[in-house]
Nanobody, 119 residues
Framework: QVQLVESGGGLVQAGGSLRLSCAASGRTFSSYAMGWFRQAPGKERDLVTSISRSGGSTYYADSVKGRFTISRDNAKNTVYLQMNSLKPEDTAVYYC????????????WGQGTQVTVSS
């Protein structure tokens, strides 16, 4: 089992940057693919970006390509999300997730951290 704790959210002006962190418990962090999802009010939770167990493969939603960067440090059991050039439409609760088989199959979720981008 994995417990995930996000941090780093907050209020930022459009064009600014934030760095989210997600710290995982347990000694099997490197066994999990990691992802960041976000959910805006009244909308579904969507996958923003993900990274493979080794960090060698990443995915980005079209809406964040070129602005967001996911990375992981398996020695520190932590995954990061660097968000640059933030836009008001990036405002959402951001969730960290860990999965072996798939996000809808066996994922563990953090509690979420609020990101608010003002115009």
């Amino acid at each position: 089992q994995v417990q995930l704790v996000e941090s780093g959210g907050g209020l930022v002006q459009a064009g600014g940057s934030l760095r989210l962190s997600c710290a995982a418990s347990g000694r099997t962090f490197s066994s999990y693919a990691m992802g960041w999802f976000r959910q805006a009010p009244g909308k579904e939770r969507d996958l923003v970006t993900s990274i493979s167990r080794s960090g060698g493969s990443t995915y980005y939603a079209d809406s964040v390509k070129g602005r967001f960067t996911i990375s992981r440090d398996n020695a520190k059991n932590t995954v990061y999300l660097q968000m640059n050039s933030l836009k008001p439409e990036d405002t959402a609760v951001y969730y960290c997730a860990a999965a072996i088989k798939g996000w809808s199959t066996d994922a563990y979720w953090g509690q979420g951290t609020q990101v608010t981008v003002s115009s």
